[in-house]
């Protein structure tokens, strides 16, 4: 994948297209030029996006429920998968140790480099430009959040609420259908529920979503 098709995917053109080869930058690949000063501003610049967000949203909530809400939002494991989305990996520049490393591992440094890459936007384009593509990134996750939420992983919710129910645990099965594309299928009260992700925990991640929705919607 080149920066070009990560642009596409992004939804952003850069003006200056170093800063998005310096946010894929890792530090194993370069100790002089990487992508740690971008990481770092990053993190501050998504914390504070999803805070105006949720300060505006919930006006009448308090800081407590706020902070729960943020720290859901913006958790490692969903700053992964956001990556995963926009297929960092492929672009991701790595020494040739730290490229052999296993996926497990290397999620900390795909979660650098999706807050490298806001931080890159917020440089090149501003606050409203680095606000639109994080809003974005986060649109189904914004428009699933509600103050009732627990503030766990879909995965973990969903199997906690099969527990209280009595109920066997979920199972995914999970089918490589397309190079780089997953479909994953739950069975549940002989319904299929199903979806796609570009990794199976993406896919896993989002059937949970769906799921979940269905059972507090329908009340069963």
Not at 191 to 204: L, Y
Request: net charge neutral.
């Amino acid at each position: 994948m080149s920066y070009k098709d990560l642009q596409n995917r992004l939804g952003y053109t850069f003006k200056d297209e170093a800063l998005i080869e310096l946010a894929l930058t890792h530090k194993s690949f370069s100790n002089i030029s990487n992508n740690e000063r971008l990481e770092f501003l990053g993190d501050s610049i998504l914390n504070s996006i999803i805070s105006e967000y949720l300060f505006i949203r919930f006006n009448n909530q308090k800081e407590g429920l706020l902070t729960r809400m943020r720290a859901y939002l913006v958790k490692a494991e969903t700053l992964t998968i956001k990556a995963e989305e926009l297929s960092l990996e492929k672009v991701v520049k790595l020494s040739k140790g730290t490229a052999n490393l296993s996926k497990e591992r290397k999620n900390s440094i795909l979660e650098g480099a999706f807050e490298a890459v806001i931080g890159a936007i917020f440089i090149d384009g501003g606050w409203d430009a680095a606000k639109d593509i994080t809003l974005k990134a986060f649109n189904k996750d914004l428009a699933a959040l509600s103050e009732d939420m627990t503030f766990k992983d879909a995965k973990t919710e969903l199997q906690e609420l099969f527990q209280s129910l009595k109920s066997d645990l979920p199972k995914y099965i999970v089918e490589d259908i397309d190079k780089g594309k997953f479909l994953c299928t739950v069975n549940y009260k002989d319904m299929v529920f199903e979806s796609s992700g570009t990794s199976k925990r993406i896919a896993e991640t989002n059937v949970a979503m769906k799921l979940l929705a269905y059972i507090k919607q329908n009340d069963v």
